[in-house]
């Protein structure tokens, strides 16, 4: 019994040192931010997806509750693998994407594209970047709002 506490006490503070670093990785992952949708395009085209882009702003608490508690998950998640594949769009002027035909534009004006003004806003797409489902604007009603995604993937899966 002494055995048992003495190695406890030796241990455990080291065991807390090796999980500090881990803890802090895991809790610092971030969206996949889209770059050039012609790549994304493809994937989606090529494996039958709907693409799911989150239109976010930098100092947008609801986004990143929206990514903690449903994005993320959902792309760690294999159920989802063979269904969706999911992006993010910040929505600032400074910064500048590869649109579906291949121009670079504004993230701001990829996103008036499809009339969001507001963050978060999730939009259902196809390969060529069609509307699939409607879009789910906001973030509310955490307990339903895993259903309410779900529902508009299925939406939008049944239109491809």
Do not use: H
């Not at 990514?67 to 159920?79: A, G, V």
């Not at 879009?135 to 309410?148: A, C, E, N, T």
């Amino acid at each position: 019994m002494n055995i048992r506490k003495t190695v406890l006490k030796r241990f455990l503070p080291y065991l807390f040192i090796l999980l500090i670093p881990g803890l802090a990785v895991s809790g610092s992952a971030e969206m996949i931010q889209s770059q050039d949708l012609r790549d994304e395009s493809r994937i989606v085209d090529e494996s039958n997806l709907i693409l799911v882009i989150e239109f976010s702003s930098e100092y947008c608490g609801y986004c990143r509750q929206l990514e903690q508690d449903f994005l993320m998950p959902m792309q760690r998640n294999s159920d989802y693998d063979d269904k969706i594949l999911i992006r993010s769009v910040s929505m600032s002027d400074y910064e500048y994407l590869v649109d579906f035909e291949g121009r670079s534009v504004s993230t701001a004006e990829f996103a008036s594209q499809y009339g969001v003004v507001i963050t978060p806003t999730l939009v259902f797409l196809d390969s060529k970047g069609v509307e699939m489902a409607e879009k789910l604007v906001g973030f509310w009603s955490r307990d339903y709002f895993g259903g309410f995604i779900d529902n508009s993937i299925d939406e939008a899966r049944e239109k491809l």
